[in-house]
């Protein structure tokens, strides 16, 4: 039997967040070491654990996966959410780098300064709206982003759709399509699951994580 996944990262989303969705949308149970001291990444650093002595790190089926794009890669792979063929994958692949740039800003905006914030929402909020919000309307009146399955793309828009309306309400909330398929997308039971306060999804990062996170990993 295969041993269940162990995930390395703090207790927070960041880079590690769409694993945990992704995992968690797949129905694979996993276990997580969280790190909480420099000592704790020193330790998998000396140990020759992380390659580029970075996390997110996810093992695996026998490896000790980095580079979070790749692990997401490797699970879509695994488990049937990256199409039926080249062509799908590869347009799976495409919307999941451009929805991965609007969720980095998110991802980016509690770790950034007073006056940084400030100028993060607005650029966030004119690229939501004027760049990425009408490509996902246009495709999202049907119930998955392709076919009639969950795609990686999908797991990973629900994923920023949630964390965009925890910031800025109004733009999801502004346009229908991407509301209605939200709703669908969070009804799926293993998301349903995810979506309750018990589950092992992370809140939005408070000013204790973020201190915790600078001490740790120097996020900027
Ligand atoms: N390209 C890598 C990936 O995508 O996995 C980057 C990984 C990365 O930046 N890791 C950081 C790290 O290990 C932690 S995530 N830093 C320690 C070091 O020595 O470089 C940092 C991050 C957080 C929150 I926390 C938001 C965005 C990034």
Redesign the pocket.
């Known amino acids: 039997m295969e041993s269940r996944p162990k995930l390395h990262?703090?207790s927070?989303?960041?880079?590690?967040e769409s694993i945990r969705w992704t995992l968690v949308a797949t129905g694979v149970e996993f276990d997580e070491e969280f790190l909480e001291t420099r000592d704790q990444?020193q330790n998998l650093?000396d140990g020759n654990h992380?390659l580029?002595?970075?996390?997110?790190m996810v093992e695996i089926d026998g490896m000790k996966l980095?580079?979070?794009?790749?692990?997401l890669h490797y699970i879509a792979e695994k488990f049937h959410l990256f199409g039926n063929d080249l062509k799908e994958k590869t347009l799976i692949d495409m919307y999941v780098e451009g929805t991965l740039d609007l969720l980095?800003m998110i991802?980016?905006h509690?770790?950034l300064k007073p006056d940084n914030k400030k100028k993060s929402i607005v650029s966030m909020t004119q690229k939501a709206v004027f760049r990425y919000f009408p490509v996902f309307e246009k495709i999202l009146r049907q119930t998955f982003f392709i076919g009639s399955q969950l795609s990686l793309e999908d797991v990973i828009l629900i994923q920023t759709i949630l964390a965009l309306e925890e910031l800025l309400p109004n733009i999801p909330a502004s346009f229908t399509h991407c509301q209605g398929y939200s709703v669908k997308i969070s009804n799926i039971p293993t998301i349903k699951k995810f979506l309750v306060p018990s589950s092992k999804k992370k809140p939005p990062?408070d000013d204790v994580y973020v201190k915790t996170?600078y001490t740790?990993?120097?996020?900027?």
């Open positions: 990262y703090p927070g989303r960041g880079r590690m990444l650093q992380l580029f002595q970075q996390v997110p980095v580079q979070a794009r790749t692990v980095e991802i980016m509690p770790f990062p996170v740790l990993l120097a996020p900027l």
